[in-house]
T-cell receptor, first 110, second 113 residues
Framework: GQSLEQPSEVTAVEGAIVQINCTYQTSGFYGLSWYQQHDGGAPTFLSYNGLDGLEETGRFSSFLSRSDSYGYLLLQELQMKDSASYFCAVRGSGANNLFFGTGTRLTVIP | SQTIHQWPATLVQPVGSPLSLECTVEGTSNPNLYWYRQAAGRGLQLLFYSVGIGQISSEVPQNLSASRPQDRQFILSSKKLLLSDSGFYLC????????????FGPGTRLTVT
């Protein structure tokens, strides 16, 4: 089976940097995905790491260490609109589905 | 460009009533399709996924069922709703070889009373 651990809540100041960690246990690893979901909205895809290292997309970066079964999402130059829930996800029990973590609620304060 | 539609946006149904939620995708062929449920403040629970017409895989035993009558249409149904069926229902799609990147519809907020 799969299990994912993320902090439930994180608070950070506007303009700062925040890191959201995700540790995973899965039989057969095919990469780590990150999604953002604003309150009342649908999740949107942010990034995917299939190999070790850092992937950068604008203010967002995602990191993966397969040897440590660990990844993180890094948000820089935080803006108020970054307040949302962030989910990490790994491939699920089948080859065609994802297993999502319980999410980290990020609150950005002025 | 690809678009995913879900309806209705909100629904209030009594316990024991039937349910039918519809999802359609435009702008792509032969997508993988998914139904998720999200309880308030919780994560995403995969209910069903489909890799083709008539092919449905169930992840969680429950009183819900899914069907894919057409390539880009995915339907979630129930014959008799339970209180525990309340939640935010999300449909999503992905390309066949890219299940790590899924695109979600706007969702249906279901309240069973």
């Amino acid at each position: 089976g799969q299990s994912l651990e993320q902090p439930s809540e994180v608070t950070a100041v506007e303009g700062a940097i925040v890191q959201i960690n995700c540790t995973y246990q899965t039989s057969g690893f095919y990469g780590l995905s990150w999604y953002q979901q604003h309150d009342g909205g649908a999740p949107t895809f942010l990034s995917y790491n299939g190999l070790d290292g850092l992937e950068e997309t604008g203010r967002f970066s995602s990191f993966l260490s397969r040897s440590d079964s660990y990844g993180y999402l890094l948000l820089q130059e935080l803006q108020m609109k970054d307040s949302a829930s962030y989910f990490c996800a790994v491939r699920g029990s089948g080859a065609n589905n994802l297993f999502f973590g319980t999410g980290t609620r990020l609150t950005v304060i002025p | 460009s690809q678009t995913i539609h879900q309806w209705p946006a909100t629904l209030v149904q009594p316990v024991g009533s039937p349910l039918s939620l519809e999802c359609t995708v435009e702008g792509t062929s032969n997508p993988n399709l998914y139904w998720y449920r999200q309880a308030a403040g919780r994560g995403l629970q995969l209910l069903f996924y489909s890799v083709g017409i008539g092919q449905i895989s169930s992840e969680v035993p429950q009183n819900l069922s899914a069907s894919r009558p057409q390539d880009r249409q995915f339907i979630l149904s129930s014959k008799k709703l339970l209180l525990s069926d309340s939640g935010f229902y999300l449909c999503a799609w992905s390309v066949v070889q890219g299940t790590y990147e899924q695109y979600f519809g706007p969702g249906t907020r279901l309240t069973v009373t």
